[in-house]
C-alpha cells in the first residue's frame, strides 16, 4: 500500500469516529486550505529546499550547507473526550 493510500485509509477511519461538529471544522479547515492557494507554493517531492537557518536547543543558529532531508511527521490532534 502507498503511502497516499495508507494516509487516506488513516484519514477515513478517523473521520468515522469523530463527532459531526469535529468532521465539519476538519472539512471546513481543508477547503479554506485549499482555497487559499497555499499548495501552490509548496515544495514537492525532489525539490531542492531555499537555504535556511535552524536554530540549537541553546537557540544558536548555524547555517546549514550540507545536504539534509527534511521530514514532518504528520500531527493527529484529537479533541474529545476518554
Do not use: W
Not at 15 to 23: C, G, L, Q
Not at 27 to 50: F, H
Amino acid at each position: 500500500m502507498s503511502l497516499k493510500e495508507e494516509l487516506d485509509a488513516f484519514r477515513s477511519e478517523f473521520m468515522a469516529k469523530v463527532s459531526p461538529e469535529i468532521r465539519e471544522a476538519m472539512v471546513q479547515a481543508d477547503m479554506e486550505l485549499a482555497a487559499s492557494g497555499i499548495a501552490r507554493n509548496a515544495l514537492k517531492a525532489g525539490d531542492r529546499a531555499p537555504d535556511f537557518r535552524l536554530p540549537d536547543a541553546r537557540g544558536s543558529c548555524t547555517f546549514q550547507c550540507r545536504p539534509i532531508v527534511l521530514y514532518f511527521h504528520p500531527l493527529l490532534i484529537y479533541f474529545g473526550s476518554s
